[in-house]
């Protein structure tokens, strides 16, 4: 078989756009119909790439041989990595011959790019540098390309203004595995030898199905590597989403006349949707909000947010917690909020620092705990209404209640009783009361307490859901 420049009617092959300066070629292949298929009873003998793939060894010293070789791969997390392993163990399980792989992966037919080489001095990665892969047309790669189906010629000879002389000038036999994707033939890896027997008896199927299997594999790491890029660049980004979001918090803990106050605030994800703040009301006047917005992460904390917002542009001293929490259910409304079945809980209260008294109102939230020195302990309970975004014209009511000194206030969100351990047990509410039945010496004790033993509770497991646990103490 010929492959020569020399124009022979149909035979001939031009795939050489105007525009670029690559010469045109001709392949004049006489008999090249006839050429064996796969599964055809020409398609025997040792495993692919080599006449004596196993390379004078054993059929148990090639298994050990390719076992070794499929278990270091399987190591492998970086694409250019796996292809380095590959082609180790390949040259010396199959040797002989050159190889060039060649791929029109973002790439208008006919053009195709060289994507590596076993005549490349320089180990170019072709994910990472595809700017460096030469561009070429035609040819006898173009040829196998276009075919698009594996092929076996011998007797070649290739002519030197072939664009990919440099690769396989000095052929005589080659073998071309196309690797699809999605049934196209992207890629190829085509194998050259200046024997003309070379591959005579090399099993085209099972070096069809090895190529593809790599191919394949290849494939996959490089999604992988892929997604988890994706990943680092979107975690990266929900990192600071959870920065923004807890710089929305107080800084601070406001020093309010009788109280102590300490809290704790923890995240199921990099940002969630529990939210406490305090406002200055005047006349010894503070306002104490907690709110927990159904579901965590980034969408929660937008909510988390709106809220925020809504209230600090909101004229709260002259609002009482009913009114507060209405004017705020009806923005939330306004602006979408329970289109997609999302809502708010919230408990808002109004302490004066003069006669220790509390007005609250509550949107569904878990009601406060308060235990006095007796340890005694009572719910406020008295002013449960609907959660925020659920009903735009819903109406809130309010209750009045008196701390006593030493009594201890208990604003929390469902995320801690509701935390589980691996016997799918909830930590409750008793479990959340035992730090406040301790001898513990004020506010921040009893944070300390209940962090340590819902730790020790739920063990290493990442939290469900978002936790805030606000201690008010009252002092005596």
């Known amino acids: 078989m010929l492959y020569n420049p020399v124009n022979e009617g149909p035979s001939r092959i031009d795939r050489t756009p105007p525009s670029l300066d690559i010469p045109a070629l001709v392949l004049y292949a006489p008999g090249m119909g006839n050429l064996p298929r796969i599964g055809s009873s020409k398609d025997s003998g040792p495993p692919p790439f080599g006449i004596d793939a196993g390379n004078g060894r054993s059929d148990q010293e090639k298994l050990a041989a390719l076992t070794d070789m499929v278990r270091e791969m399987s190591l492998q997390e970086d694409p250019q990595q796996l292809v380095g392993v590959f082609r180790r163990a390949a040259a010396e399980l199959y040797p002989g011959g050159d190889m060039v792989a060649i791929s ?14 076993t005549r490349w001095n320089e180990d170019i990665n072709p994910w990472l540098q595809p700017d460096r892969l030469p561009l070429l047309c035609g040819g006898l790669l173009g040829h196998f390309l276009e075919n698009a189906r594996p092929e076996r010629l011998r007797d070649i000879c290739v002519p030197p203004d072939d664009p990919a002389y440099a690769y396989v000038g000095d052929a005589r036999a080659a073998v071309a595995l196309p690797i699809y994707e999605r049934g196209e033939a992207l890629n190829m890896v085509v194998r050259t030898s200046p024997d003309p027997a070379h591959f005579d008896d090399l099993r085209l199927a099972d070096a069809l199905l090895q190529a593809n299997l790599f191919g394949r594999a290849t494939s996959s790491l490089i999604l992988s590597r892929k997604l988890q890029d994706a990943y680092t660049a979107l975690d990266r980004e929900l990192k600071q989403v959870g920065r923004i979001q807890r710089a929305l918090l107080p800084p601070v803990l406001p020093r309010i006349p009788g109280l102590e106050m300490a809290v704790s605030y923890v995240t199921a994800a990099r940002a969630g949707g529990d939210y406490y703040d305090f406002f200055n009301l005047g006349g010894n006047r503070w306002g104490l909000l907690i709110a927990d917005v159904s579901g965590h992460g980034t969408p929660a904390a937008v909510v988390m947010s709106m809220i925020r917002t809504i209230l600090h542009s909101s004229c709260m001293s002259d609002r009482t917690p009913a009114d507060m929490l209405r004017h705020v259910n009806g923005q939330l409304m306004a602006h979408g909020m329970g289109d997609d079945g999302a809502f708010v809980t919230a408990f808002y209260g109004i302490y004066r620092s003069g006669d220790r008294g509390l007005t609250y109102a509550s949107a569904g939230h878990n009601p406060p705990l308060v235990v006095d020195r007796r340890i005694r302990v009572r719910e406020l309970d008295e002013a449960q209404a609907l959660p925020l975004g659920v009903d735009a014209d819903h109406e809130y009511v ?53 962090t340590n033993k819902l730790i020790g509770f739920t063990g290493d497991a990442q939290p469900a859901d978002d936790q805030t646990l606000l201690a008010v103490r009252v002092k005596s």
């Open 398 to 450: 309010q209750r009045d209640t008196t701390l006593q000194h030493g009594d201890t206030m208990l604003l929390y969100t469902d995320g801690i009783t509701e935390a589980m351990n691996d016997r799918r047990e909830m930590y409750g509410r008793d479990r959340l009361l035992s730090c406040v039945r301790e001898d513990v010496p004020n506010a921040q004790h009893i944070i300390d307490c209940v």
């Open 104 to 117: 029109r992966r973002d790439v208008q037919p006919p053009y195709y790019r060289i994507t590596r080489s």
